[in-house]
């Protein structure tokens, strides 16, 4: 069967949630936006394309920042309304410059960071 990004449910606003997981380690990311011609972006190129709700333009995953996200799988949930990404990821992930953006963990009603800015 023939994959069409239109079979996705998006949003009223025409977009679906993307885990970006690790496909190593398993480790996630983070957790971003899609429209169908990212999808359709990010499986004619390989390089993980987002929509940028506060710019409202594509985002190539490291296009400026040299973190690129190199598609390794692309897989969508039961109910098709969310999207999993497994890449290699070059550098981190996060705009703060952490691996994952899944780095504050709330524990004992207490937020935990739970990794360090890398350095360089």
Request: charged share 25%; net charge negative; proline share 3%.
């Amino acid at each position: 069967m023939i994959f069409d990004p239109q079979t996705l449910s998006y949003d009223d606003k025409g977009l679906i949630p993307v885990i970006a997981q690790d496909h190593e380690t398993g480790q996630v990311l983070m957790m971003a936006w899609m429209n169908a011609d990212a999808v359709t972006k990010t499986l004619q190129t390989g390089r993980v394309t987002y929509w940028s709700r506060s710019r409202q333009s594509f985002w190539i995953k490291g296009e400026t920042s040299g973190h690129v996200q190199k598609l390794v799988d692309f897989r969508l949930d039961c109910d098709r309304d969310c999207l999993l990404v497994m890449v290699d990821q070059t550098g981190p992930a996060c705009h703060t410059n952490r691996k994952s953006c899944f780095y504050t963990a709330v524990r004992d009603g207490a937020e935990t960071e739970l990794m360090a800015p890398l350095t360089d």
